[in-house]
């Protein structure tokens, strides 16, 4: 399980919402923690879906992990571990796809992530780009000089 001397909940160095830092280096295909956390009924700020009635809240590290659309690590909530995707060097966060674990968000925003297959907005696996979300993608498109992106996704 998570261990102080191994990992952070610090702000991110764009001073956004806190995230989850290692203190050490992992490999790709390391386990990187086991997890817990309260199992509750609704999804929430810092839950993580395990079915799709039944969310886990951990206030203290996993509801922590910031998103990418091209994410370090991989969050199995059947087995409640995180495994690196990629190496992983010591003081970057730790990054996982939403939408890979949630059907629907508690709240959808604008990425951060900056990866060169970025959504530019996150939403969870099953639902739908609300309005806010569809001006935003139109902008970043366009501020890119694209009209539409294709997704992609890291294979493990």
């Known amino acids: 399980y998570p261990k ?4 952070n909940v610090q702000s991110r160095e764009s001073g ?5 830092y290692t203190k050490k280096s992992f490999m790709r295909g390391e386990l990187v923690a086991r997890i ?17 009635t039944t969310q886990m809240h951990d206030p203290y590290f996993t509801g ?3 998103h990418s659309c091209s994410p370090n690590i991989y969050l199995d909530m059947t087995e409640f571990e995180i495994w690196a995707l990629r190496d992983i060097e010591a003081g970057q966060p730790l990054t996982m796809d939403y939408a ?9 925003f604008p990425c ?11 939403t969870g696996r099953k639902e739908e780009v609300n ?7 139109s902008q970043e498109l366009k501020s890119h000089g ?10 493990c």
């Open 4 to 7: 102080k001397e191994d990992f």
């Open 16 to 20: 956004k919402g806190d995230g989850v």
């Open 36 to 52: 817990t956390g309260n199992i509750v009924p609704n999804v929430n700020q810092h839950t993580l879906q395990m079915t799709p």
């Open 64 to 66: 922590f992990l910031l």
């Open 100 to 108: 890979t674990t949630e059907d629907v968000l508690f709240k959808q």
């Open 112 to 122: 951060l992530c900056g990866t060169p297959n970025c959504r530019y907005w996150i």
């Open 131 to 137: 309005e806010e979300g569809q001006v935003h993608i």
């Open 146 to 155: 694209r009209k539409s992106f294709e997704i992609v996704t890291d294979a």
